[in-house]
Nanobody, 134 residues
Framework: QVSLKEFGGGSMQAGGSLTLSCAVY????????????VGWFRQAPGKEREAVAA???????TWYADPVKGRFSIYQRNANTVRLQMDKLKPEDTGTYTC????????????????????????WGQGTQVIVSS
């Protein structure tokens, strides 16, 4: 099992930016973020969790949900950290953001049908809250 922790949540006015970090720790041997699939999800109050973005860390393959395309960017900061850069924030971006990792992965898996599957990711963080005010 992998331990993940999210950082960087907070409050921001619409139009602003936030950068979320997903850090992996408490692992043995190679970092779980090596050639892995890492995803960001969010859940707004009263709504179901939705996938936001995902990346295959062994290459440059990424996926974004339609509502965030052109505004959010997912990238690997270093061996232990994946970030989600969120620009031009909107009030509908409000929610709890959670990262997840699938350790045995490939670039071919960075497609919506895989990412949204409930059993695709092996380990999840606890989440960090993002509040965007109008």
């Amino acid at each position: 099992q992998v331990s993940l922790k999210e950082f960087g949540g907070g409050s921001m006015q619409a139009g602003g930016s936030l950068t979320l970090s997903c850090a992996v720790y408490d692992y043995i041997f190679k970092t779980p973020f090596e050639a892995a699939c890492v995803g960001w999800f969010r859940q707004a109050p009263g709504k179901e969790r939705e996938a936001v973005a995902a990346i295959y860390t062994g290459g440059e393959d990424t996926w974004y949900a339609d509502p965030v395309k052109g505004r959010f960017s997912i990238y690997q900061r270093n061996a232990n950290t994946v970030r989600l850069q969120m620009d031009k924030l909107k009030p509908e971006d409000t929610g709890t953001y959670t990262c997840a990792v699938r350790r045995s992965c490939s670039a071919a898996s960075i497609v919506e049908s895989s990412i949204v599957a409930s059993t695709f990711f092996n380990d999840w963080g606890q989440g960090t809250q993002v509040i965007v005010s109008s």
